[in-house]
């Protein structure tokens, strides 16, 4: 379910872009739907604090933080209901464990937009070849693709991603816990400077 919501909110980064995609939406969403909407909130502000200086505009195809505030919310959650409960530890170790995921994300964005092209440089023919249904099934297309690869990589990483929490936190020693601790505080810290950076270069502020 989790993966298929997600799958749902990627597509805001490509069709409607209404914020849903955002990380503290998608991931408060999340958190509503497996029953800890808290925990999704919190989540979906430390992704949104490290990406807020990343944002789809033109043909820059981003990191996708909304896979990221998916896979942070559902694995945290996940994962707390197997051990006990959800702590400021185990949701830092989501973050540092589901962070790459963004990047790794891109890269199916980018075959995707690629893919998108080539079917674009055929509208034309098409339309005078099969009328112009044929750009509405070409729409319909390039929606299926992201639904389609954003879902299943949902569903690989989170799984995968909650076995892992599942099997490493419980395992860890006193201080690398206090270290998750430190880094639980830290990163808010660390966005906020972000977000400071963006302004002081770009001369605007970066908002939801």
């Not at 805001?12 to 509503?32: C, E, F, T, W, Y």
């Not at 949104?48 to 896979?67: A, C, H, K, S």
């Not at 989170?158 to 860890?172: D, K, N, W």
Request: hydrophobic letters at 55%.
């Amino acid at each position: 379910m989790v993966a298929l919501l997600g799958g749902l909110l990627c597509l805001d980064r490509l069709v409607l872009q209404v914020m849903l995609s955002r990380p503290l939406a998608a991931a408060s969403l999340v958190g509503l739907v497996l029953g800890d909407p808290l925990t999704g909130v919190i989540a979906g502000a430390m992704t949104e604090l490290l990406w807020i200086d990343r944002f789809q505009m033109g043909r820059y195809i981003p990191p996708n933080d909304t896979v990221v505030g998916v896979l942070v919310s559902g694995g945290t959650i996940m994962a707390g209901m197997k051990l006990g409960g959800v702590s400021p530890e185990l949701m830092a170790l989501a973050v540092l464990l589901f962070a790459p995921a963004a990047f790794i994300a891109r890269k199916g964005d980018l075959a995707i937009a690629r893919s998108n092209k080539r079917l674009s440089d055929t509208v034309t023919e098409d339309v005078l070849r099969n009328g112009a249904g044929s750009v509405t099934r070409k729409h319909y297309l390039a929606m299926a693709k992201t639904f389609t690869l954003s879902s299943v990589l949902l569903f690989v990483l989170l799984v995968a991603g909650t076995m892992l929490l599942q099997g490493i936190f419980p395992v860890l020693g006193e201080r690398f816990v206090r270290t998750l601790n430190l880094v639980y505080y830290f990163i808010p810290v660390l966005g906020v400077s972000v977000a400071l950076s963006t302004i002081k270069i770009r001369g605007a502020l970066p908002v939801f």
